[in-house]
């Protein structure tokens, strides 16, 4: 069994700053990609920023230069230090983790943690 938490959302005005974190727990051999997505009610779930095993990092051009996405490898956490945030950011963000636990090579996701920015 593989948990996903997410915390650190909330309700920020334009401009503002927030941080998400998502860790991963359970029976986990290994972690390799871990990246950000968000949904916005009626659209689909797009891609915000990947980070891999190594470091690298890649983001979505909407997002680049104001989130910056990093890992704990010890804590098994990802955050997402979101900056200069825009009403069009407003979404729930997911984590995705692709990790070897039981299953080789497998995908799991967060339970989702909105963000609300206020013009």
């Known amino acids: 069994q593989v948990q996903l938490v997410e915390s650190g959302g909330g309700l920020v005005q334009a401009g503002g700053s927030l941080r998400l974190s998502c860790a991963a727990s359970?029976?986990?051999?290994?972690?390799?990609?871990m990246a950000w997505y968000r949904q916005v009610p009626g659209k689909q779930r797009e891609f915000v920023a990947v980070?891999?095993?190594?470091?690298?990092?890649n983001y979505a051009d909407s997002v680049k230069g104001r989130f910056t996405i990093s890992r704990n490898g010890a804590k098994k956490t990802v955050y997402l230090q979101m900056n200069t945030l825009k009403p069009e950011d407003t979404a729930v963000y997911y984590c995705?983790?692709?990790?070897?636990?039981?299953?080789?090579?497998?995908?799991?996701w967060g339970q989702g943690t909105q963000v609300t920015v206020s013009s």
């Open positions: 980070i891999t095993r190594s470091g690298s990092t």
């Open positions: 359970g029976i986990i051999f290994s972690i390799n990609t």
């Open positions: 995705n983790v692709n990790l070897s636990g039981l299953v080789v090579s497998n995908d799991y």
